[in-house]
């Protein structure tokens, strides 16, 4: 029986020992190919080279390269409970677009700290990151204890020290861990260098973490990606097509487009070259054709009849985000907000608050009216059109958003709050004007205009 996967994001400031703690966690769970330790130990002899846990990430950075042994982008290691996905996330600031793809995926993170060097900046600025991705199992390990010879003293100042600072974040560590991952000190194996330490290692804090919960259990959920319609033959279906977010739906079932509450019944799941289905689940990317000609576009979200509260139809929510935009974020312009497969223009209405890193704390802004780049917060956004979504903790997929500024993807976060939900059927219907029209006399309209065409253009129809 294949063992659940896991994934986690191990993030520190460049030279804390994040890539040594990667290849000692690889080396200590049996998680390398066959003899790779041995070889690269006896490469490191012969040319009189000192041996570093790191070297076996890049090892395997060749034989990904090559196409072999390892899940390709990915770096997994094993326990006896389940499999850990290893997502990158670099510790420069140049790279927290990078950090930021990577650790939206996880479920649980691990952040190093150097015990020599302490709270670095980027320390800081990865806590604040995770805090404002969401993610709330966090794992703090306290490297290099034993370049200070294993001083529980240095130990518990900087853990105190990075406490008093993820609280201005709200964000409650699961375990603050000192290891040294050079001598495998509380990785995998208890340490008997650090005996007034009493808490868990580290492989036995990630095992009793929670994994991701299972997307196909609870409400149904499918952002519509388009509408596609076939006329050849004389057929008519209309399939409207996305990717399954959330639990199941069967054939027969009633559902509702949101935001314009539109109502149809499932007719069947389009297959091609396949058995037909009865059912679609969480992860599944599929095809629906509907008993009644309704009209939706894309952007829309398809939910169970009598399951429709679960996601609320807004125009004005609060969000946390990291800005990344080389202009500025600021009230005077429109930005593009893609959520799902929504997408519908958005203006600041009001910043909250902005998070500036300073010796020992995050400093709050008063009166903020802006985000420069690399900065974060939490802010106020106004939507143009209400859109079906959901606070980031019910469900991640509409609860993540990035705004666009121009052609530049400029920001990434999350939805805290909706703040304002939009009940009036003439805002709702003001998402698109073709919604004032009714679906038959659409649908009549697309028949007569490909009609003329055939007459005056047959040619362009022929086979």
């Not at 509450?261 to 058995?275: G, S």
Request: hydrophobic fraction near 45%; aromatic fraction near 8%; include cysteine.
């Amino acid at each position: 029986m294949q063992k659940e996967r896991m994934n986690i994001v191990i993030t520190g400031h460049v030279d804390h020992g994040k890539s040594t703690l990667v290849g000692r966690l690889l080396a200590d769970t049996n998680s390398l190919p066959q003899g790779k330790l041995e070889s690269i130990k006896e490469s490191c002899a012969k040319n009189a080279r000192p041996f570093e846990y790191s070297m076996l990430l890049d090892a395997l950075e060749d034989e990904q390269r090559q196409g072999i042994t390892i899940d390709s982008a990915r770096i997994f290691f094993k326990s006896a409970l389940r499999e850990y996905v290893i997502i990158d996330a670099p510790g420069h600031i140049e790279f927290l677009r990078n950090m930021l793809s990577g650790a939206s995926r996880a479920a649980a993170a691990v952040l190093v700290i150097d015990a020599k060097e302490g709270v670095a900046e980027n320390s800081k600025r990865h806590g604040m990151l995770l805090s404002l991705l969401g993610i709330a199992q966090v794992i703090v390990v306290v490297n290099k204890l034993d370049m200070l010879n294993y001083d529980e003293r240095a130990f518990c100042e900087i853990k105190d020290a990075y406490l008093r600072f993820l609280g201005t974040l709200d964000v409650n560590p699961i375990a603050v861990i000192p290891i040294s991952a050079r001598e495998g000190d509380n990785i995998a194996s208890v340490s008997a260098n650090m005996k007034w330490f009493k808490g868990q290692t580290l492989l036995e804090t990630l095992d009793s973490l929670e994994n991701t919960k299972d997307e196909s259990v609870g409400n149904f959920i499918l952002p519509l990606q388009d509408v596609y319609r076939f006329s050849n033959e004389d057929d008519e279906r209309r399939i409207y097509a996305g990717s399954v977010v959330g639990g199941k739906a069967h054939l027969n079932d009633k559902v509702v487009f949101l935001p314009s509450f539109k109502e149809a019944t499932i007719a069947n799941f389009e297959v091609w070259d396949a058995p037909a289905k009865e059912e679609i689940c969480a992860g599944e990317a599929v095809g629906i054709s509907l008993k009644e000609d309704i009209y939706v576009k894309s952007g829309a979200v398809m939910v169970k009849k009598n399951e429709e509260s679960f996601l609320k139809v807004a125009k004005q929510v609060r969000v946390n985000l990291i800005w990344l935009g080389h202009n500025a974020l600021e009230s005077h312009k429109e930005y593009l907000f893609k959520l799902g497969s929504a997408k519908v223009k958005a203006v600041l209405k009001k910043v909250e608050r902005v998070l500036h890193i300073s010796a020992d704390e995050v400093d709050l802004e008063s009166n903020p009216t802006k985000l420069t780049r690399n900065e974060a917060g939490t802010v106020i956004l106004e939507l143009k059109h209400p859109v079906a979504l959901c606070a980031f903790k019910e469900n991640q997929t509409l609860g993540r958003f990035v705004l666009v500024d121009g052609f530049d993807a400029a920001a990434g976060g999350i939805v805290l709050e909706v703040l304002e939900e939009s009940a009036n059927a003439e805002d709702l219907n003001s998402l698109d004007s073709l919604a004032h029209w009714d679906a038959k006399r659409i649908f009549e309209f697309e028949e007569e205009f490909f009609a003329l065409l055939k007459k005056y253009f047959p040619h362009r129809f022929e086979e």
